[in-house]
């Protein structure tokens, strides 16, 4: 079922992960946790978009395939780090707000800002934890 923007908003605010470091996994799925979304292991995970530049998030959002409270992993090499464990290929997720915005454990973001935040980086997988 999806989520409404404000609902997800409030999860965000109340995420007790904001700005620590090395905890943008924690961030994104507490997030989904309080807003009633599904666990890493149960939302679905889309990788149509593996291994694209973070702009082709642009296209997922206008196409409809990103929608608000979808979780984006990002990395140097996509398919190599699934548990997102090796920091030299600089995993990195975040969640999609809506409306062109991204948030992490360090604030929201437009889709430029994420880029430069995090360049070099790919889309690995994209998680629909409040369905596909």
């Not at 291994?51 to 997922?60: D, W």
């Not at 780090?81 to 995993?91: F, K, M, R, V």
């Not at 992490?104 to 889709?111: E, H, I, P």
Request: overall charge positive; aromatic content about 12%; some cysteine.
């Amino acid at each position: 079922m999806p989520i409404t923007a404000q609902r997800f908003n409030l999860a965000l605010a109340r995420d007790p992960y904001k700005g620590s470091t090395h905890g943008c996994f924690r961030f994104a799925w507490a997030a989904v946790k309080g807003a009633g979304g599904k666990d890493v292991n149960s939302a679905k995970a889309d990788a149509s978009y593996s291994n694209e530049p973070l702009s082709a998030l642009r296209s997922a959002a206008r196409s409809g395939k990103l929608k608000i409270g979808d979780v984006i992993y990002a990395n140097r090499k996509p398919g190599a780090d699934p548990s997102s464990t090796n920091l030299a290929y600089g995993p990195h997720w975040f969640v999609y707000k809506g409306n062109g915005k991204f948030q992490d454990q360090y604030g929201v973001k437009t889709l430029a800002e994420m880029e430069a935040f995090i360049p070099n980086r790919k889309i690995d997988t994209i998680y629909h934890p409040f369905g596909a």
